[in-house]
């Protein structure tokens, strides 16, 4: 069976301090990968997907950024956070378009 | 810009009622998802509709699409306490805020 993982569930970074969370896939292969922020009592928001190995599609302009160097690894990355990158990320992978996303436990980043 | 607006934001019911939470959309989709979400978790997908299908169920669920009138509803029946969570519709893999659904003992 599939199942992802992502780590840390909690992360405390000064502002300026660089960042770097990370998602794993198993059990599948070529999966389409997400990124989400999620703000307290909110929606999810699209950060990056990636449909292949390098491939990744950003959704908006921001501090972040994000790369995929293995077929079932996608990094989330930042040089220098900001006060507004506070927030709850959320990784996701699916087989295709019409199939159900399945997210991992979310890593909660509280900027200082 | 926001794809999938629930309504109401907020629900809250006696357990063993029926829950019913609503979804608007703006663009033509494929399909239209629905997740639920525990506090503090990632999400759990709950039912997928395809925009050629008109209702769906899984166990006490029910799920309906009106491609007409671009909305979807879920419908929770005789809810649990476990029930509790939020509730987020996504047309296309584009997220609403959600509904915040409580069930009181």
């Known amino acids: 069976s599939q199942t992802i993982h992502q780590w840390p569930a909690t992360l405390v970074q000064p502002v300026g301090s660089p960042l770097s969370l990370e998602c794993t896939v198993e059990?599948?292969?070529?999966?389409?990968l997400y990124w989400y922020r999620q703000a307290a009592g909110r929606g999810l928001q699209l950060l990056f997907y990636?449909?292949?190995?390098?491939?990744i599609s950003s959704e908006v302009p921001q501090n972040l950024s994000a790369s995929r160097p293995q077929d079932r690894q996608f990094i989330l990355s930042s040089k220098k956070l900001l006060l507004s990158d506070s927030g709850f990320y959320l990784c996701?992978?699916?087989?295709?378009?019409?199939?159900?996303?399945?997210f991992g436990d979310g890593t909660r980043l509280s900027i200082l | 810009s926001q794809q999938g607006e629930e309504d109401p934001q907020a629900l809250s019911i006696q357990e063993g009622e029926n829950a019913t939470m609503n979804c608007s959309y703006k663009?033509?989709?494929?399909?239209l998802q629905w997740y639920r979400q525990n506090s503090g978790r990632g999400l759990v997908h709950l039912i997928l509709?395809?925009?050629n299908e008109r209702e769906k169920h899984s166990g006490r669920l029910r799920v309906t699409l009106d491609t007409s009138k671009k909305s979807s509803s879920l419908l929770i029946t005789a809810s649990r306490a476990a029930d509790t969570a939020s509730y987020f519709c996504?047309?296309?893999?584009?997220w609403g805020a959600g509904t915040k659904l409580i069930i009181k003992p």
């Open positions: 996504a047309p296309q893999r584009i």
């Open positions: 663009t033509s989709i494929n399909n």
């Open positions: 509709i395809r925009s």
């Open positions: 059990g599948t292969s070529n999966p389409n």
């Open positions: 990636s449909v292949g190995i390098g491939q």
């Open positions: 996701a992978w699916e087989g295709n378009d019409n199939q159900p996303q399945h």
